[in-house]
């Protein structure tokens, strides 16, 4: 009997709730606005919905925020890298100068005081041909300028005068197969010679001769004038070795050098017309 009560419990509230779908649907379409049972359950359902767009909006947030700080601390760590090698470069250069001031001084190295009287220069001309390589210039031995003045750039050596007028001059530069001048590896104090040399005049390069069978040379040393004979001052820088190679014969060496003046792109200069130099 109990089963049967509740079997028609069930069936009565099915029909009920049939009943007001119809009512509301009915109600809906003769009206146009939402039927009461609809309003009851937007009441019900809206405030469940606000809480679940309240806590995907946290989760959202947060995953966003701890989005940004694995971005924050990727870029910490980077600039603390960065600062660590910049460390390591301070230390390195700091090492490199002690170990030149302790290889001056076992060298019985001074400071060079040098004292050189220049005249400014402007170019004027270029003949770069297949024999030689020449500037003109628009100083001459009215402005004191003479044959065999050492060129400069505040870089290093562009070569020497070869003739002069009143009013300009004639630079051989120094890859020109006519340029040849004492040097020194500035690292070791290796004496030597620096040339032309018709081979590597077309690459802008020069050479390196006369090096001692156990010459102790590497490249990237830098290579500058010797003073050797007087004619041309000591400490000028010319340029960078390229590379070490066996000379003919198989025994002996020589050095490409690169200058570090590219007389081809040079349009001023200065001519060392008088110079002192002590040790």
């Known amino acids: ?31 146009g606005n939402a039927s009461p049972v609809t309003r009851l359950v937007g009441i019900v359902t809206t405030p469940l919905q606000k809480l679940g767009t309240g806590i995907g909006g946290v989760f959202g947030k947060g995953h ?17 890298q960065q600062v ?34 220049l005249q400014t220069a402007e170019v004027i001309g ?36 070869s003739s002069v007028a009143s009013n300009y001059c004639e630079v051989t530069t120094v890859v020109d197969v006519e340029m040849q001048c004492g040097a020194l590896v500035t690292r070791t104090r290796e004496a030597a010679i620096a040339e032309g040399n018709y081979d590597l005049m077309a690459q802008g390069f020069l050479r390196l001769s006369y090096l001692k069978e156990n010459a102790d040379l590497v490249i990237g040393d830098t290579i500058e004038t010797s003073g050797r004979g007087g004619v041309f001052p000591k400490g000028i820088m010319i340029g960078t070795v390229e590379s070490v190679l066996p000379e003919e014969n198989g025994i002996s060496y020589y050095a490409v050098i690169k200058p570090f003046v590219n007389a081809e792109m040079v349009t001023s200069v200065s001519i060392i017309t008088d110079y002192t130099i002590t040790e």
Request: aromatic letters at 8%.
């Open 64 to 80: 966003e925020y701890f989005f940004e700080v694995d971005e924050l601390k990727a870029e910490n760590e980077k600039l603390k």
């Open 84 to 117: 660590r090698d910049m460390e390591q470069q301070v230390r390195d250069a700091a090492v490199a100068l002690d170990e030149n001031d302790r290889l001056r001084t076992q060298l019985g190295m001074a400071e060079r005081n040098r004292e050189l009287t």
């Open 1 to 31: 009997m109990r089963r049967k009560n509740y079997t028609s419990r069930f069936f009565i509230c099915i029909a009920v709730v049939v009943a007001f779908c119809l009512l509301s649907a009915v109600y809906s379409g003769l009206t």
């Open 126 to 161: 270029r003949n770069p041909g297949d024999w030689a390589t020449t500037l003109t210039l628009d100083k001459g031995s009215s402005s004191g300028v003479e044959v065999n003045d050492l060129v400069q750039t505040e870089d290093g050596m562009v070569g020497y005068v």
